[in-house]
């Protein structure tokens, strides 16, 4: 597969990472819980979010966690308006969960890390904006965004056998292009553009060509979007939906992670993925009489010439650790299917971290005088793409702000 390019492809990125979080039994990680208004008497009871009590118990984390990275000189805060920090965010659809009697893997000194079967992470990745812009979708063209659907739909099959089992025939990271019946809750999802899903379900009898033909037919940006049915499905493992929006195509497929080589393992993935899919040297064509879906040898070839279309450096990503994930479904948890419903009923909404800040106002509550031991609390925590480097005080939000100021004195 040829690579040539005169200069790196230029692209953006953003994560979010889904997790539970227990604090450590530290001074310092008690001590700034407390400032926030943590409440350590306060027991997490498995699928009850809405008490109030705990609802203060989660924002005293979520600041805490803030406060923490402020002291480490890492950019933080509770919203901004730039998405070029890390922000700290509730996650709704997670649940909470009674002290689990071992079995966490610490990721760092402050903190254990716990994910559920509800914990994912999403990649958010856009065409780098000209100097002055933001992420408004102007940066993507017809033909990159028909490239990167043909590739979603050849490589569709690979990138399912690189995910664990839990994330293989997910509900809210189900195959663009095939219909999926969650085994926990009996609902089927599928495509909305059914011509699309049926040349895609022929291709082992009829090849690729109906399958880029249909691609081929809408001739501007929208049309791509709305008549292949993309901009409607946002619980997809390549989620267009996302362009019409915010400017980003999110990879929704990826695993929860407890590391930073794993959270760089998915991102650079899907950052290669697409940078793959622009290539103007990628000959689709070549799949248009092909009877089969791509195996995850081409997957890897894909992958490595996006990272070499990148200029990426050795050790970024080894395209050969993309093997198939042989792994065994984990059993449902007790509360696997409300924590399904309640991420099905935000199918079409905003994600927590691509609405747009608005008048947000919060205070720190007085200190509580007990230790927090054995507590686990939804959190997500993100870093969107940002077309600027400058952060300026104005685009916090006050509660960041208060953080800020606090942290100085």
């Not at 085994?183 to 059914?194: D, V």
């Not at 992958?303 to 650790?321: A, E, M």
Request: charged share 25%.
């Amino acid at each position: 597969m040829a690579t040539t390019s005169s200069t790196p492809q230029k692209l953006t990125f953003g994560i979010e990472i889904e997790l539970l979080l227990k604090p450590r039994d530290r001074d310092y990680v008690s001590n700034i819980l407390r400032e926030h208004g943590f409440q350590p008497a306060i027991q997490p009871t498995s699928g009850d979010t809405n008490d109030a009590a705990k609802t203060k118990n989660r924002d005293a984390i979520r600041k805490g966690v803030v406060q923490m990275l402020l002291d480490s000189d890492i950019e933080a805060g509770l919203k901004s308006a730039l998405f070029d920090i890390w922000t700290a965010k509730e996650e709704g659809s997670l649940t909470e969960v009674a002290d689990p009697q071992g079995g966490d893997t610490t990721l760092n000194e402050n903190y254990h890390i716990l994910l559920t079967k509800g914990c994912s992470m999403h990649v958010h990745v856009a065409p780098k904006p000209r100097t002055g812009e933001t992420h408004s979708g102007s940066q993507w063209t017809v033909g990159g965004l028909r490239n990167l659907v043909r590739a979603t739909g050849i490589f569709d099959e690979a990138i399912m056998k690189i995910m664990p089992a839990d994330r293989k025939h997910n509900i809210w990271a189900r195959s663009n292009f095939r219909r999926l019946t969650d085994p926990t809750t009996n609902i089927m999802k599928g495509p909305s553009n059914e011509k699309l899903r049926d040349a895609f379900e022929k291709v082992s009898s009829k090849g690729w060509k109906p399958f880029f033909d249909i691609i081929d037919q809408p001739k501007s940006k929208l049309t791509v979007l709305n008549e292949l049915g993309l901009a409607e499905e946002r619980q997809v493992s390549m989620n267009f939906a996302s362009i019409a929006m915010y400017g980003t195509v999110e990879f929704r497929r990826p695993p929860g992670v407890k590391s930073s080589a794993e959270a760089q393992k998915w991102a650079a993935f899907a950052v290669a993925f697409v940078s793959a899919s622009f290539n103007p040297y990628w000959d689709y064509r070549s799949w248009a009489n092909v009877k089969r879906y791509a195996t995850v040898e081409e997957l890897q070839s894909f992958i490595s010439s996006g990272i070499q279309l990148l200029g990426w450096p050795q050790g970024v990503l080894d395209p050969k650790t993309l093997v198939e994930n042989t792994s065994s479904r984990q059993p449902p948890e007790y509360h696997h299917a409300e924590e399904i419903m309640r991420k099905l009923a935000k199918a079409n909404k905003e994600s927590a971290f691509e609405q747009k800040p608005s008048g947000y106002t919060t205070h720190v509550e007085h200190p509580a005088r007990n230790a927090n031991k054995g507590r686990i609390y939804p959190l997500k925590r993100q870093l969107q793409p940002s077309a600027q480097k400058k952060r300026a005080k104005d685009h916090l939000d006050p509660a960041t702000q208060a953080l800020k100021r606090q942290r100085k004195t």
